[in-house]
């Protein structure tokens, strides 16, 4: 972090935003953490939960202190509020309007101009309010950090599409939107795993796992949701990832990352041949993951020995046909196939950075948290 906050030049005057949207649990806090070490990119993690989470719930950032006690979420928040005259709590509830209420939702996509979206007259402020707010805060960020892009993996395709009416219409950010999207049976077998409630892991409270039928039709909503929003926003400007490519073929991935969002890919590609570790950086909330120092990005392959036959023919039935439309199939490829078990030869994956993804394999031998899905549904 740099020793002083004054703006620099290279700062634009509308924040440049990559926003990660997608359903939870699809990789998307180890692309924000993998993005990250970029040096003009900050990684934030699901900056919709900062409010919340960070100051209200002083929950930890990844950096290890709670967020209060964190000296850049410290230094954010204080230039924040100077410059955006923020009030937290009705920054919260103003946020919460607009992106956990469907009727907003609906009203984002079907009013023609912003300022005729409604959020209720018990809120205090409007849709402008919580736009020129929020856009502070990643101006905020850019400031204090001194980059020039902030990864927002916050996913909610609601929060996507506010993020376009105010790129499109208020001209208040300049936007990347990047919707990341992983195998139906990846997702549904890790959303059926259960999780204790562990602050120093990364999982804030209980997780209780979901049937696979559940999380099949979640998946499904989610993701075509996200395809409205991404339609919504120019064309060039919007990316289908699928995270199944990114961790097993990083490098063309990661290349036409890099020319999406028009920045050096040279920082990501030397990181892909380096043994450097991922710096955890100040990921505020999302991913237990991101409390973990040891990851390795690996081929997703698990679900395919964990799921029934059962509760694969449910999924498809359920959500195979909008799998397809990402190019997933039944019979994943010989490529993506999961090892028999019992088999001996080391577990294959790309020598990423040190510390970072851990393969199933590994997480079998150490109760490690795998690393593909997320602490936050
Ligand atoms: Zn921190």
């Not at 900050?42 to 989470?53: A, I, R």
């Not at 979420?73 to 946020?95: C, F, G, I, P």
């Not at 990661?254 to 990501?268: E, K, R, S, T, Y």
């Not at 046909?321 to 994956?349: F, I, N």
Request: aromatic share 8%; charged share 25%; net charge positive.
């Amino acid at each position: 972090m740099p020793a002083h906050a004054q703006p620099s030049s290279r700062i634009p005057q509308r924040p440049h935003v990559v926003f990660i949207m997608g359903a939870g649990r699809s990789g998307s806090t180890v692309l924000d953490l993998f993005l990250g070490q970029h040096p003009l990119v900050q990684s934030v993690g699901e900056l919709c939960n900062f409010v919340h989470d960070g100051w209200i719930e002083r929950r930890l950032c990844s950096c290890g202190q709670r967020v209060p006690e964190c000296e850049l979420w410290s230094r954010v928040t204080e230039l924040w509020k100077k410059r955006s005259q923020v009030d937290l709590e009705a920054y919260e509830e103003l946020r919460n309007r607009v992106e956990e209420r469907r009727s907003v939702l609906w009203q984002m996509f079907s009013r023609p101009s912003p300022e005729q979206v409604q959020l209720g007259k018990d809120v205090r402020g409007n849709f402008l309010t919580y736009a020129q707010w929020t856009a502070g805060l990643y101006q905020a960020i850019c400031e204090v950090t001194e980059k020039i892009v902030v990864v927002d993996s916050s996913k909610n395709p609601a929060r996507g599409l506010a993020l376009v009416l105010m790129a499109e219409r208020l001209d208040l950010i300049d936007l990347h939107l990047v919707h990341l999207v992983r195998d139906v049976r990846g997702f549904a077998w890790s959303v059926k795993k259960s999780f204790r409630s562990d602050e120093q892991a990364g999982v804030a409270h209980d997780i209780r796992g979901l049937p696979v039928w559940r999380s099949a039709l979640a998946w499904t909503f989610v993701n075509s949701m996200a395809d409205l929003v991404r339609r919504r926003h120019e064309t060039s400007r919007s990316l289908l990832v699928r995270y199944e490519d990114f961790v097993s073929e990083p490098t063309p991935v990661v290349l036409q990352l890099a020319g999406f969002i028009a920045i050096p890919p040279g920082p990501w590609v030397e990181l892909l041949h380096s043994d450097r570790p991922i710096e955890p950086g100040h990921i505020v909330a999302g991913n237990r993951l991101r409390m973990q120092r040891h990851i390795r990005l690996r081929p997703d392959v698990e679900w395919q020995s964990k799921l029934s036959f059962a509760e694969k023919m449910v999924i498809w039935l359920l959500a195979g046909w909008k799998a397809r439309s990402y190019g997933y199939h039944y019979r994943p490829a010989a490529s993506e196939l999961d090892q028999p078990v019992g088999m001996t030869s080391p577990p294959t994956g790309h020598p990423l950075a040190g510390p970072h993804f851990l393969a199933s394999h590994d997480r079998q031998s150490t109760g490690s948290s795998p690393v593909s899905e997320s602490a936050q549904p």
